[in-house]
């Protein structure tokens, strides 16, 4: 044992030691080792003879066989009795050296793990044709079908997610027979059927396919196999209501009350919320304030307190509203105070902790649910304030009163000043002033308000001195109040001071991006600054924040006209009409545009549509009668002309303009009786004299010499009128003259000699002609003042030789063969010498 090397006991390798063995088995040594060769030397003679029953192991590389005649056990140098057979049994040799730790390679190499003998081989693969495969494929492709609709539902989808929610209760089916076909009916995956026909349902509802919806339900509901079916009722109840089956909402509402267990109070109270709503619509106010009133015993919340006023509202009870505005106003929102936001210390890494959670998911979810319940309480508050008292501001008064006491005591001057808008809305400007005065020494956020809002109303009222006084006070209660900017650059505005004014407008924006009546009004003041890109740019930007604001797009428009590009004003004035189709301001613009463009036709549109929906505008009623007699269509002009005359009673061109195209369409009887009637209402009108004796004279009527006669009366009246206002004129100035330099030659004017007064009035010209006394003649001036409302050419009249033409104020089309107008050629019996004029042919 001296040769055998024990481990030290402190030694914390667990394989040292490996390497060293003991001696006794080191083969290379053998041959010196007495004991063993002594051994060897004594047990060979009695060795058997090796056979191939008796297996052996390998010593040294060759097979060793075992004592097996001696009864006594050989033993090895060192004492150690030999393996051999025992019992009759040979048992094999086991190894005389450590495995695998040889210093010298013997044999094989060293491989545990058998990588010597190749790659292993490759799985068993499954076998798909089993049923129980086919069904696990099948039950995978359904799941993947309820998922698919239910995720194109979510993008708005809603036709293909109904078109795989179809597929996959076909697909369900098949597993169904499927599993019913191997026997395995017992394993249904009820879950998955719940699955598809629920997914199913949605679809149809969110299709708008009520019927199949509530088959589909039924289906489910009817199913004693599925647990909890008969919450299900809640969504046949919601499509009941949205069919305005109100009874039949009402019924299975309260069969899934029923089947609800008081466990779950929160669904509980949603149902009975929906109830009431029901009930609402079927106006039996009763029964929903039974519904609401028991919420708020149990659960109370903002939405049921809202509803509970608007029944009792309905109903009329003045107590009952008070009572429910006092639950309303103690409803608690479970939102935490807006100081746990406040950091408690200047450290960098909490202030940044307290900057996140200011704005994060929860804290919006706070600030929406405290928006909603002031929203419902004001809303409430001046719906009741007019009933629960005799006056309306005693309601408000009483309003304002309990909103003091209760949590929301900051809303007490928002109704303040909502009661001053009410006043304003009733057109009581006095008591708006006044209400409004009241904030004036109160806290500034109120301050500045009440301010800009008096602001506002002294500037409708045009009172600019006031509204700019109060603008500076909101300003200097809140100099960051964009409002009051805006106000404090309007009353600049109306000054006439648009660069002052533009500053304010860019000082609102500064403070709040988002103030859309700032961005207008700079827009509108680079306009007039004549700055238009500039205003281009703020309308543009004002567009992208209000996509459908009418304003806007006609500034666009009218920017875009005034930039010469009519195309792009036509395009935007295209788009406001799409937004406003009924606006006639609109679409005769558009008419004017077209009409400046040469389209005729497009122009006589838009004017005929903006004629539909303002028959009044004169502008485009004269433009349609002058598109018809343009178009030769004088008999449809006549009724444009006609509403015209309606409108301006006074103006005698309208009616002028109804005998004229009568004569026109060659209806001379009814012109003639027109003509008649204008000479009643007006009977100094020279221009219907002169046509009336025209027509007489025509049709040969014997009324002719009176209205010569008074043809002739009429303009030597005018004629004394005009020479009496020169003669006066004259006069006058005369006068002035020779008082001026009789009293005082020597006065000298200190602010300088006088201008010039223009001259008026016109000397008669030598060449005019005039109607003798004795016989009815007709000059080649008056014939030209005819033609000058015909807009007929002198030369197209047969006897006269004037190269003058004349042109309508309205526009006529050229045409190829002009009229001829018979004019009875009778000697004047005096004829003045003239010279005759050329003007010009667009006189």
């Given at each position: 044992m001296e040769h055998v090397h024990l481990a030290p006991e402190d030694e914390d390798d667990l394989y040292t030691g490996y390497n060293d063995y003991n001696p006794t088995f080191d083969s290379e040594e053998l041959d010196n080792d007495i004991g063993f060769q002594q051994a060897v030397r004594t047990s060979h003679g009695r060795r058997p003879p090796m056979t191939a029953r008796f297996p052996g192991t390998a010593v040294g590389g060759r097979p060793l066989a075992t004592s097996f005649g001696s009864r006594v056990p050989l033993m090895s140098s060192m004492g150690r009795p030999m393996t051999g057979a025992q019992d009759g049994a040979a048992r094999p040799m086991t190894a005389v050296r450590a495995a695998g730790y040889s210093s010298m390679a013997r044999g094989s190499a060293f491989d545990p793990l058998g990588q010597s003998k190749g790659p292993a081989p490759p799985l068993e693969s499954k076998n798909e044709d089993s049923p129980e495969e086919k069904i696990k494929i099948l039950e995978k492709k359904v799941n993947d079908l309820i998922e698919e609709s239910c995720l194109a539902q979510s993008r708005g989808d809603l036709q293909l997610s109904l078109e795989k929610a179809k597929e996959a209760g076909r697909k369900e089916r098949a597993l169904v027979r499927q599993r019913e076909h191997t026997g395995t009916a017992d394993h249904i995956n009820l879950d998955l059927t719940y699955s598809v026909l629920f997914n199913l349902a949605n679809q149809y509802e969110s299709n708008d396919m009520y019927p199949e919806a509530l088959n589909t339900y039924q289906l489910i509901v009817k199913n004693k196999m599925f647990n909890n079916a008969g919450r299900l009722k809640v969504n046949m109840a919601n499509i009941y209501f949205k069919q305005k089956n109100y009874p039949k909402a009402v019924k299975f509402y309260r069969m899934a009350l029923d089947q609800i267990s008081n466990a779950h109070k929160e669904m509980r109270i949603k149902i009975m919320q929906n109830i009431g709503m029901v009930f609402i619509r079927m106006g039996q106010y009763s029964d929903a304030i039974t519904s609401f009133e028991h919420i708020m015993s149990e659960s109370p919340n903002i939405k049921t307190g809202y509803n509970l006023i608007l029944c009792y509202y309905a109903i009329g009870d003045r107590d009952k509203m008070k009572k429910s505005f006092q639950k309303l106003i103690s409803v608690p929102l479970g939102i935490d105070e807006e100081d746990k936001y406040i950091p408690p210390n200047d450290e960098p890494h909490t202030n940044m902790v307290y900057e996140a959670i200011k704005n994060d998911k929860l804290h919006q979810m706070e600030r929406e649910r405290k928006a909603l319940a002031e929203k419902f309480i004001m809303t409430a508050a001046k719906l009741i304030a007019p009933a629960i008292?005799?006056?309306?501001?005693?309601?408000?008064?009483?309003?304002?009163?309990?909103?003091?006491?209760?949590?929301?005591?900051?809303?007490?001057?928002?109704?303040?000043?909502?009661?001053?808008?009410?006043?304003?809305?009733?057109?009581?400007?006095?008591?708006?002033?006044?209400?409004?005065?009241?904030?004036?020494?109160?806290?500034?956020?109120?301050?500045?308000?009440?301010?800009?809002?008096?602001?506002?109303?002294?500037?409708?009222?045009?009172?600019?001195?006031?509204?700019?006084?109060?603008?500076?006070?909101?300003?200097?209660?809140?100099?960051?109040?964009?409002?009051?900017?805006?106000?404090?650059?309007?009353?600049?505005?109306?000054?006439?001071?648009?660069?002052?004014?533009?500053?304010?407008?860019?000082?609102?924006?500064?403070?709040?991006?988002?103030?859309?009546?700032?961005?207008?009004?700079?827009?509108?003041?680079?306009?007039?600054?004549?700055?238009?890109?500039?205003?281009?740019d703020c309308f543009l930007k004002l567009h992208s924040i209000l996509r459908n604001s009418d304003q806007v797009m006609y500034q666009l428009a009218s920017l875009y006209e005034m930039l010469e590009d009519p195309h792009q004003a036509i395009e935007w004035l295209m788009q406001l009409i799409s937004v406003t189709p009924t606006d006639p301001q609109v679409l005769a613009k558009l008419?004017?545009?077209?009409?400046?463009?040469?389209?005729?036709?497009?122009?006589?549109q838009y004017y005929y549509e903006s004629f539909r929906y303002c028959p009044s505008n004169i502008d485009v009623i004269e433009w349609l009668g002058a598109y018809y007699i343009d178009t030769q269509f004088c008999e449809k002009a006549i009724h444009y002309f006609e509403r015209a005359g309606l409108i301006q009673p006074t103006q005698v061109k309208w009616q002028l303009m109804v005998a004229s195209c009568y004569r026109r369409s060659g209806n001379y009887q009814k012109a003639l009786e027109t003509y008649k009637d204008i000479h009643r209402k007006f009977p100094e009108n020279i221009e219907c004299l002169r046509f009336l004796v025209r027509l007489c004279q025509d049709l040969e009527l014997k009324e002719v010499q009176d209205y010569a006669t008074k043809l002739k009366k009429v303009e030597k009246m005018k004629e004394i009128r005009e020479q009496r206002v020169k003669s006066g004129r004259e006069g006058s100035a005369q006068s002035r003259r020779e008082g001026s330099a009789g009293s005082d030659a020597s006065y000298v004017d200190p602010l300088g000699p006088q201008m010039e007064r223009p001259k008026t009035a016109l000397k008669k010209r030598a060449d005019e002609d005039e109607f003798a006394d004795e016989e009815l003649g007709m000059t080649v001036a008056r014939i030209a003042q005819l033609c000058c409302l015909y807009g007929i050419c002198l030369k197209c009249i047969p006897n006269t030789d004037c190269d003058r033409h004349a042109h309508l104020h309205l526009p006529i089309q050229q045409r190829t063969s002009p009229p001829t107008i018979d004019v009875p050629h009778t000697t004047p019996t005096r004829r003045r010498p003239r010279k005759r004029q050329r003007q010009d042919d667009a006189t």
């Open positions: 008292e005799s006056t309306f501001a005693a309601g408000f008064d009483w309003c304002v009163d309990m909103v003091k006491g209760s949590l929301y005591v900051e809303l007490a001057n928002d109704l303040e000043i909502n009661k001053a808008i009410t006043y304003l809305r009733q057109k009581d400007f006095n008591q708006a002033v006044e209400t409004l005065k009241t904030f004036e020494k109160k806290e500034s956020r109120v301050k500045s308000a009440a301010a800009t809002n008096l602001s506002f109303l002294y500037f409708l009222e045009k009172d600019y001195e006031q509204a700019d006084r109060y603008a500076d006070l909101a300003m200097s209660a809140d100099r960051y109040n964009p409002s009051a900017l805006v106000n404090k650059g309007n009353t600049v505005f109306v000054k006439q001071d648009y660069e002052k004014a533009a500053e304010f407008f860019k000082e609102s924006l500064r403070n709040d991006s988002s103030c859309t009546e700032a961005l207008y009004n700079l827009g509108l003041t680079y306009k007039k600054m004549g700055r238009l890109e500039g205003a281009l008419g004017e545009l077209y009409d400046n463009e040469g389209d005729k036709s497009q122009a006589f």
